[in-house]
C-alpha cells in the first residue's frame, strides 16, 4: 500500500507539527475521485448517490460531498440537519432510522426528506397520519447474508433492519387501506461486501417485489463496497460492479415498464481511504514477548480495531527506511486497545509520528471521550491547501454541559 508523505503536495509531518497530534488528515481529492468513479461506473442508467454520512459527518466533507454530486442518507435527525447545515436540499437527504418514535419520523416529513421506513407499525401509523399526501420509501430486509462479518451484516434473517420480505403481502393491505404512495424500495444488506453478485442477489429481491407497487420512483441497493484496508485485502471493483447491476437495472426496469432511478448509499467506499489519523509515539517499550509502541490516541479515537477486528495499515512518516522490527502499537486508553499487532516498522523512536490509514469512515464519527481524554483536530487538504474543519477539543468541552455539585 502507498505509505504518503505528503498529500497533493502539503507534507504530513508539516501538519502534524502545525496542527499537533493525534490529528485527523481528510484527502479531498480522493473523496471526490471516489465519487467520481461511482458517477462513471453507473453512467449508463440513472443513478443517485447518497452518502452514508454516519461515515464521516463532519460538514465541511458534507459539503465537499454535496459539491461533488452526492447526496445524502442520514440515519438519524441529526445527521438530516447537518446535511441541511451543510447545504443539502432537504429533498436530497434520504431519512433511513431504525427503531426510531413516530414523532421522529414526524419531524423528519416537517423537514421534507425523504422517509424510508423500517417497520410495519410505523407503515401503519405512517398511513394513518398521512394516508396518500407523503411519498415514502420502504426498507426491505431480504434475508440474505452479506457483509465481512456479523458484526457488520445486516440484511439476513435475524437482523433488526428493515421489513421482512416475507411481511410483503403486509405491507402491500397498508399501502393499498391508507393509500400511501409507496415509492421507493430500499434494502442495505451489510458492510464490506466485495462481489457484483451479492448486491445482484439482493436486487433481485427488490426486481420481484418491486412488480407490485406501480408507483415507484426508485430502488435503492444501499451501501458497503468494500475498500482494501491492508496490501493483500481486496477491493470491490467498482466498474464491474456498475456494469452488473446497471445492465440487470435496465433489463428490470424494461420488465416494469418504466425507467426508475437506481439509489446508492456507499459510505466507507467514499470517505474511508481519504482519512490518516496521525499520532505520536510517547513510549517505546519491550516486554519480554513483544515490542510495544505506545501513541497518544487509541480505541478512543478509532474504535475499529477493537470493535470489529479491523485491520488499519499503520506506518512510521518519521523514519521510511532502514531497518525493521516488528511492533504492537497501542493506545494511551486504559483498556486493551491495539490499533495494530505485530507489525513490521521502520525503527520507532519516541516522538516520531505514525499514521494509521483508511482512517476516514467510521473514525471520527465513532470516537469518544472515554478517559475523559479530548477529540482530535480535523484537516481536509483541498486543491492543495490545508484547512483546519474542526477543531481539537479542549478540556472546557468535557465539562461544558455538566453541573458541579459540591455535596
Ligand atoms: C451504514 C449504512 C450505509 C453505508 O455502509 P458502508 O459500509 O459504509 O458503505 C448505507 N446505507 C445505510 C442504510 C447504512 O446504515
Redesign the pocket.
Known sequence: MHKPTHIQGVAIEALAKEFGTPLYLYDGGKIVNQIQALQTAFATIPVRI?Y?A??LSSLSVLSLIRKAGAEL?A?SLEEVKLGLLAGSKASEIMY?P?GVSFEEIQEAVQIGAMI?LDSLPLLERFGQTYGNSVPVCI?INPHILA?GNMK?S?GHKESK?GISIEHLPQILELAQQYQIPIVGL?L?T????LDAEVFLKGGKVLFKAAMHFPNLQFLDF????KVAYSPEDSATDIAELGRIVSGAFQEFCKKFGRKLELWI??????V?EAGYLVVKATVVKETPSIHFVGVDSGMNHLIRPMMYDAYHEIYNLSNLDGATSSYTVVGYICETDTLASQRQLHTVKEGDFLVIQNAG??GYTMSSNYNARLRPAEVLVWEGKAYLIRKREQFEDLIRNQEIIQW
Open positions: 447518497k452514508a454516519k461515515a442518507d440515519v433511513t431504525s424510508n426498507r457483509g457488520i445486516v433492519f430500499h442495505h451489510g458492510s464490506d461486501i444501499g451501501g458497503g463496497f448509499e456507499p459510505g466507507k467506499f467514499l474511508s469512515a467510521y
